[in-house]
């Protein structure tokens, strides 16, 4: 069973440019979130997704960042215009609908802002 | 507000028992999970408490006493591999994991 991916692995972008990150869940869940770690800070919880409707959205730092997940397979949170605070290790997560407690994480995009 | 805190770095040599802490402060309280992360790499599921006592899996187990807002997890016969950090996480509203700053454990031979 293929794990979770995430693309790209990295992304260097300037101020003010535009980068979109995908996810692919593993089959069959239902359930997806992104978070997001900045560079000596806890791991942060930015939305919830449950199939294709948005089940939590509270972590979103602004509306710079939008997220869909069209057909309720992959994800893409994009980031538009980026800022110097956006750089950070960005993750994507999936999980069943029963067991929303273990949640199988990707390798994550490391995004960095100049 | 929510908050998990545990301790930012435990040392320990091989063969050694560790024990990585967690309190929390939390609304909504579903249970408690463990994560592992290498080297900046996708964290990991390890173990999750939902009602008080002890789960073990292997080497590892994890503690919870919902009564206390305290949690631990617990690593016997250390092996170098097992440096990592490790967080603890709860369950927002049963979705969303609200995670700890993590633990940063280093073992050495």
């Known amino acids: 069973e293929a794990g979770v991916t995430q693309f790209p692995s990295h992304s260097v972008i300037e101020k003010g440019q535009t980068v979109t990150l995908r996810c692919d869940p593993i089959?069959?869940?239902?359930?997806l979130y992104w978070y997001r770690r900045v560079m000596g800070k806890e791991i942060k919880f930015l939305l919830h997704?449950?199939?294709?409707?948005?089940?939590?959205e509270s972590g979103m730092p602004n509306n710079r960042f939008l997220a869909e997940r069209t057909g309720g397979t992959y994800s893409t949170l994009k980031v538009q215009p980026a800022e110097l605070e956006d750089s950070g290790v960005y993750f994507c997560?999936?999980?069943?609908?029963?067991?929303?407690?273990?949640?199988?994480f990707g390798p994550g995009t490391r995004l960095t802002v100049t | 507000g929510q908050s998990l805190e545990q301790p930012s770095e435990v040392t320990a040599v091989e063969g050694a028992i560790v024990q990585i802490n967690c309190t929390y402060q939390?609304?909504?309280?579903?249970?408690l999970s463990w994560y592992q992360q290498h080297d900046g790499g996708a964290p990991t599921f390890l173990s999750y408490?939902?009602?008080?006592g002890l789960e073990e899996t292997g080497r590892f187990s994890s503690f919870l006493s919902r009564s206390d807002s305290y949690g631990y997890l617990l690593l016997q016969e250390l092996q170098m591999k097992d440096s990592a950090s490790y967080f603890c996480?709860?369950?927002?509203?049963?979705?969303?994991?609200?995670f700890g700053k993590g633990t940063t454990l280093s073992v050495s031979s």
């Open positions: 997560a999936s999980s069943q609908r029963s067991e929303r407690y273990e949640q199988y």
């Open positions: 089959s069959g869940h239902d359930n």
């Open positions: 997704f449950v199939k294709e409707s948005k089940q939590d």
């Open positions: 939390t609304s909504g309280f579903y249970g």
């Open positions: 408490n939902a009602l008080d």
């Open positions: 996480a709860h369950n927002q509203a049963g979705t969303a994991l609200i």
